[in-house]
């Protein structure tokens, strides 16, 4: 990482736990703003101080009007609504601090992987779990979710309470993508996820009703009572990746080659096997493509080929640099890939 790499790291750390504070934490959001005020002069010289108000007020404002394309690590959008953090400010928390985001997630599923690996039908179970976590964002508390006892999972570990300001008279509006609940006071309504938004489209209220943008559909409401969503780290590292997955092995299988998803309990997300030879792959999608290159240029190298949404494929050039040796796709470009080898 280049400096001026870590101290976008660390300005952005700064404002992202400025931006997560309650507004009753006065004293530390200043002491934090303060912070960034001062590492932001030293890194524009020429600019004029940025008073602690005025960084205040940058919070609910778009990140790319206030801030340098340089320091911003690729992320777009704003931290703050209505004095609540936004799911990219969680996002961006979770991609630059790997002990709160990352790790904390591989934990959980390592805990999972290592003890279906000991059990008789480890794999399916394993399975069980991953697709369970893709296919609920949003849980009854009264569900029975037995299967998580014998892998010593506990319902805390996955799921939390529902945000107050994601409920709207006692409903919550779940995203059609990802099953997760959207961020319904924006003026431009998702759950958050770049993955949902360039797959579903946003949203936005008419009247009463909750509508999309793209083919006018109403999304239909939930009774937010007794209602738990996952957390937002296995959201981001588990469920939204998960859905381009799925999409992949669909799309593999449609080619007329058998794919497996987390195979031998998880050796990768998805393989395939043509003329005897197996190849596997491993879908990623972060809001940053330049945080999950620092990401990927810190994990040990293998075979394993990286596959990253179509919507990012203008970053492949970047990521090839920072991440040389190790091959990343777009999902479009795999699945040309597979296709290719296929016809060898
Ligand atoms: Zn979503």
Redesign the pocket.
Known sequence: MDSVDSNAQRLLSLIVKAAQLDARQHAERHDLLRQASALLWWLEPGSSPRTIATLLSCLSLPLEQWLDSRFRQGYQGVLQFADEPTMLCNAIALETNPRVGWERVQQIVKNVRDLCRTRPRGDDEYRLFRMFLIDHGVVDADRSLDFLIPLQVSFNSLYEPIPQHLIRLGQVYL?P??G?PMEIHRHAV??G?H??EQTVGIFQWMDDELVSVRNAKVIPPHPAKNKYRLTPPLWTFTLIPGLLELRLRDGISRLGVSAELWPDVDQADLHFTLDDRTYSLDAKVWHSTKNLGQHLASTPLTDTVIVIPDYQAQYLHTLDEQCSPRQIMSESQCLRWVKKLCQR
């Open positions: 995203c993508s990802c997760w998702s759950c996820a993955w949902c």
